[in-house]
Protein backbone atom coordinates (compact mmCIF):
# COMPACT_ATOMS: atom_id res chain seq x y z
CA UNK A 1 0.00 0.00 0.00
CA UNK A 2 2.63 2.50 0.92
CA UNK A 3 3.98 1.65 -2.68
CA UNK A 4 1.00 2.41 -4.20
CA UNK A 5 0.66 5.70 -2.48
CA UNK A 6 4.16 6.63 -3.11
CA UNK A 7 3.98 5.74 -6.51
CA UNK A 8 0.55 7.94 -7.16
CA UNK A 9 1.98 10.98 -5.20
CA UNK A 10 4.82 10.65 -7.87
CA UNK A 11 2.65 11.06 -10.73
CA UNK A 12 0.58 14.01 -9.07
CA UNK A 13 3.46 15.91 -8.23
CA UNK A 14 4.41 15.96 -11.87
CA UNK A 15 0.78 17.74 -12.56
CA UNK A 16 0.52 19.93 -9.71
CA UNK A 17 3.01 20.15 -6.51
CA UNK A 18 2.52 19.23 -3.26
CA UNK A 19 3.13 22.20 -1.75
CA UNK A 20 0.39 24.45 -4.77
CA UNK A 21 -2.39 22.05 -3.18
CA UNK A 22 -1.23 22.34 0.49
CA UNK A 23 -1.85 25.82 -0.23
CA UNK A 24 -4.73 26.36 -2.22
CA UNK A 25 -6.99 23.21 -0.28
CA UNK A 26 -10.37 24.65 -1.92
CA UNK A 27 -13.84 25.18 -0.84
CA UNK A 28 -15.89 21.73 -0.56
CA UNK A 29 -19.35 23.52 -1.90
CA UNK A 30 -21.49 20.12 -1.07
CA UNK A 31 -21.17 16.86 0.29
CA UNK A 32 -23.71 13.99 0.72
CA UNK A 33 -22.38 11.13 3.23
CA UNK A 34 -23.14 7.68 1.96
CA UNK A 35 -25.55 7.44 5.31
CA UNK A 36 -27.69 10.49 4.29
CA UNK A 37 -31.60 9.41 3.44
CA UNK A 38 -33.27 12.47 2.27
CA UNK A 39 -30.89 13.68 -0.55
CA UNK A 40 -31.09 13.09 -4.40
CA UNK A 41 -27.69 10.61 -4.38
CA UNK A 42 -27.44 10.99 -8.42
CA UNK A 43 -27.38 14.87 -8.44
CA UNK A 44 -25.84 17.85 -6.92
CA UNK A 45 -26.74 21.72 -7.35
CA UNK A 46 -23.79 23.87 -5.54
CA UNK A 47 -23.16 27.84 -4.63
CA UNK A 48 -19.61 26.83 -6.18
CA UNK A 49 -18.49 29.54 -3.43
CA UNK A 50 -19.48 30.78 0.13
CA UNK A 51 -19.95 34.45 -1.40
CA UNK A 52 -23.83 35.34 -0.37
CA UNK A 53 -25.12 36.96 -2.60
CA UNK A 54 -24.00 34.31 -5.24
CA UNK A 55 -21.24 35.72 -7.80
CA UNK A 56 -21.40 32.91 -9.91
CA UNK A 57 -23.82 30.47 -11.63
CA UNK A 58 -24.60 27.37 -9.49
CA UNK A 59 -22.65 24.35 -10.63
CA UNK A 60 -24.87 21.26 -11.44
CA UNK A 61 -23.82 17.73 -11.93
CA UNK A 62 -26.17 14.82 -12.53
CA UNK A 63 -24.99 11.19 -12.41
CA UNK A 64 -26.97 8.49 -14.43
CA UNK A 65 -25.95 4.61 -13.55
CA UNK A 66 -25.31 2.39 -17.06
CA UNK A 67 -26.40 -1.13 -17.12
CA UNK A 68 -23.16 -3.48 -17.79
CA UNK A 69 -23.97 -6.65 -17.10
CA UNK A 70 -21.71 -8.44 -19.14
CA UNK A 71 -18.74 -7.50 -16.90
CA UNK A 72 -15.95 -10.00 -16.89
CA UNK A 73 -15.50 -11.71 -13.42
CA UNK A 74 -18.95 -10.12 -12.00
CA UNK A 75 -21.43 -12.14 -13.21
CA UNK A 76 -22.00 -13.59 -9.27
CA UNK A 77 -21.95 -9.74 -8.26
CA UNK A 78 -25.78 -9.17 -9.07
CA UNK A 79 -26.25 -5.78 -11.19
CA UNK A 80 -23.15 -4.57 -12.38
CA UNK A 81 -23.24 -0.91 -13.40
CA UNK A 82 -21.19 1.83 -14.90
CA UNK A 83 -21.73 5.30 -14.82
CA UNK A 84 -22.62 9.09 -16.98
CA UNK A 85 -21.50 12.21 -14.74
CA UNK A 86 -23.09 15.70 -16.70
CA UNK A 87 -22.51 19.29 -16.04
CA UNK A 88 -25.98 20.81 -16.13
CA UNK A 89 -25.78 25.12 -16.82
CA UNK A 90 -29.08 25.76 -15.15
CA UNK A 91 -30.17 28.66 -16.96
CA UNK A 92 -31.35 30.08 -20.20
CA UNK A 93 -29.21 29.39 -22.73
CA UNK A 94 -27.01 26.80 -20.74
CA UNK A 95 -25.71 24.11 -21.70
CA UNK A 96 -25.10 20.32 -20.84
CA UNK A 97 -21.79 18.88 -20.92
CA UNK A 98 -20.27 15.00 -20.59
CA UNK A 99 -17.85 14.69 -18.41
CA UNK A 100 -17.57 10.99 -18.23
CA UNK A 101 -19.27 8.11 -19.21
CA UNK A 102 -18.07 4.18 -19.22
CA UNK A 103 -17.69 2.18 -22.36
CA UNK A 104 -16.41 -0.64 -19.74
CA UNK A 105 -15.80 -0.56 -16.15
CA UNK A 106 -12.05 -0.42 -15.44
CA UNK A 107 -10.82 -3.91 -13.44
CA UNK A 108 -9.36 -1.62 -10.74
CA UNK A 109 -13.44 -0.56 -10.05
CA UNK A 110 -13.92 -4.22 -9.33
CA UNK A 111 -17.81 -5.15 -9.48
CA UNK A 112 -19.64 -1.83 -8.82
CA UNK A 113 -23.32 -2.20 -8.45
CA UNK A 114 -23.99 1.50 -7.96
CA UNK A 115 -22.93 5.12 -7.46
CA UNK A 116 -23.87 8.26 -5.81
CA UNK A 117 -22.22 11.82 -6.10
CA UNK A 118 -20.53 12.19 -2.00
CA UNK A 119 -18.74 15.66 -3.22
CA UNK A 120 -18.33 18.70 -5.02
CA UNK A 121 -14.85 20.52 -4.31
CA UNK A 122 -14.34 23.65 -5.82
CA UNK A 123 -11.42 25.67 -6.45
CA UNK A 124 -11.11 29.56 -6.79
CA UNK A 125 -8.29 32.44 -6.02
CA UNK A 126 -10.04 35.48 -8.06
CA UNK A 127 -12.84 33.05 -10.27
CA UNK A 128 -13.77 30.29 -10.30
CA UNK A 129 -11.42 27.38 -12.04
CA UNK A 130 -11.65 24.09 -11.41
CA UNK A 131 -13.88 20.93 -9.62
CA UNK A 132 -13.70 17.96 -8.40
CA UNK A 133 -16.98 15.96 -8.15
CA UNK A 134 -16.33 12.68 -5.59
CA UNK A 135 -18.30 9.72 -6.34
CA UNK A 136 -18.74 6.85 -4.15
CA UNK A 137 -18.45 3.56 -5.74
CA UNK A 138 -21.19 0.83 -4.02
CA UNK A 139 -19.69 -2.59 -4.22
CA UNK A 140 -20.47 -5.40 -2.00
CA UNK A 141 -18.58 -5.94 1.27
CA UNK A 142 -18.60 -8.27 3.93
CA UNK A 143 -21.34 -7.42 5.85
CA UNK A 144 -23.17 -5.09 3.80
CA UNK A 145 -22.40 -2.51 1.05
CA UNK A 146 -18.66 -1.49 0.80
CA UNK A 147 -18.33 2.06 -0.58
CA UNK A 148 -14.77 3.16 -2.18
CA UNK A 149 -13.85 6.95 -3.76
CA UNK A 150 -13.13 8.29 -7.38
CA UNK A 151 -13.15 11.63 -8.50
CA UNK A 152 -13.89 13.74 -12.19
CA UNK A 153 -11.76 16.69 -12.23
CA UNK A 154 -12.60 19.34 -14.65
CA UNK A 155 -11.37 23.34 -15.40
CA UNK A 156 -14.03 26.27 -15.66
Excluded at 123 to 130: E, H, R, T, V, Y
Aim: a negative charge; hydrophobic letters at 35%; glycine letters at 10%.
Amino acid sequence: LDAVRLQARQKGESIVSQAELDANRGITAGFNPVTELSADPHRMAVNPRPIFTPVDPPLEFRLDELGMNNTDGCESQGEINGFRLLRIEAQDGGTTKLLHEDKAIPKSRGCPNGYRIGAVQTFSMDSLSAYAVLIAVRQYGFEGPDFRWIAVTGRL
